[in-house]
Nanobody
C-alpha cells in the first residue's frame, strides 16, 4: 500500500523552528518529485515548497522564502521541511505529496498535479 506519513508538527512559539518529515512506504521516492502544502482553517490550500526527483531543483512560496528549506534523503525514503522563524500565519495543517517525475525534471507547487498525499501534521505557532 502506497503511503506518505508526515510527522514533526506541534506547538511552537513565534520565532521558533520545527522540522517536518514525510516518510514513504510501499514505494520508493526516487522516482517522484515531492511537495509540501498547507491549509489553514477557512483558507485554500497553499503550495509551500517542492523538490525535484534528484533534489537539484527546489521552489519555495514567497511567504516562506528565507525561512523554510526543503530537502530529501532518498536513501531514507524521506522528505523534510525545515521551518525557521515561524510566524503565527504559518499555523496550518501541513501535507506532503508525491508526483512521478522524469529524472532531472523540475517541480511545481501546483497541488493538482500530485498523485499521492499524506494525512497531514498540524503546526501551530502561538505564544
Amino acid at each position: 500500500q502506497l503511503q506518505l506519513v508526515e510527522s514533526g508538527g506541534g506547538l511552537v512559539q513565534p520565532g521558533g523552528s520545527l522540522r517536518l518529515s514525510c516518510a514513504a512506504s510501499g514505494f520508493t521516492l526516487d522516482y517522484y518529485a515531492m511537495g509540501w502544502f498547507r491549509q489553514a482553517p477557512g483558507k485554500e490550500r497553499e503550495g509551500v515548497s517542492c523538490i525535484s526527483r534528484d533534489g537539484g531543483s527546489t521552489n519555495l512560496a514567497d511567504s516562506v522564502k528565507g525561512r523554510f528549506t526543503i530537502s530529501r534523503d532518498n536513501a531514507k525514503n524521506t522528505v523534510y521541511l525545515q521551518m525557521n522563524s515561524l510566524k503565527a500565519e504559518d499555523t496550518a495543517a501541513y501535507y506532503c505529496a508525491a508526483v512521478k517525475s522524469p529524472l532531472y525534471g523540475s517541480c511545481t507547487v501546483r497541488g493538482r498535479v500530485y498523485d499521492y498525499w499524506g494525512q497531514g501534521t498540524q503546526v501551530t505557532v502561538s505564544s
